[in-house]
């Protein structure tokens, strides 16, 4: 999958790692970037086109797939977190709000837009994730198992959309410096280098895109004797 003159539209393209990708895709002689978020009036990159998108709202996909019918590449990128453990009072609510936005929005655009690409020669789509697609230790453990959710549904769609020649793209990284990880007291990779690192593996045909140091060790650190997933022993 090529950058240079392909249509793309990304999902929470108004900040942060969404606002990122719009720049460094025009920066690679993208054709047309679509720029989706719930409030169009928030977008005011230069180049870009605005469209009016919540991926929790059918309505509003329905009405991106009428006005980004040329659509080559697709970036779910739009997601949200919260800190907190499974055994607070209000988990549920907090996962239900997590896997409106993080899984069913990725299977709303999914299902959406694979006609799309298909019509357009196939195309790809680049699915953003997270390190704790692997790893859960209580901090954002509603926002963990969504991604871990999104992964599976990402995993499947490669198996589902490769007679129709569509590039499923997964992308892994630790805390990104962007509002999302605001509160956490971690390193952090800028959104820059992120969107960087993505459409390098993008364009190199990779499946999975693990994105910085950390990552790349927690997802070797899967097969270790002692996981990466379970916690430190005593």
Known sequence: MKIDNATVLVTGANRGIGLAFARELLARGARKVYAGARDPASITLPGV???????????????????????????????????????????????????????FGVLRMSQAFAP??????????????SIVTWINAGLLAPYAASKSAAWSLT?????????????????????????????????KTS????????????????????????????KQGLVAAVPSYMPPRA
């Open 49 to 103: 086109e605005a469209i009016r998108l919540d991926v929790t709202k059918p309505a509003d996909v329905a009405a991106a797939v009428a006005k980004a019918s040329d659509v080559t590449l697709v970036i779910n990128n739009a997601g949200i977190a919260e800190v907190g453990g499974f055994l607070a009072a209000d988990s549920e609510a907090v996962a239900r709000r997590m896997f409106e936005t993080n899984f």
């Open 116 to 129: 799309v690409l298909k019509a357009n020669g196939g195309g790809a789509f680049l699915n953003v994730l």
């Open 155 to 187: 995993n499947s769609l490669r198996h589902e959309l490769q007679a129709q020649g569509t590039q499923v793209t997964a992308l892994h990284m630790a805390f990104v410096d962007t509002d999302l990880a605001r509160g956490i007291d971690a390193p």
């Open 191 to 218: 959104a820059e280098d992120i969107a960087k690192s993505a459409l390098d593996g993008l364009e190199a045909g990779q499946d999975e895109v693990l994105a910085d140091d950390r990552t790349r060790s927690i």
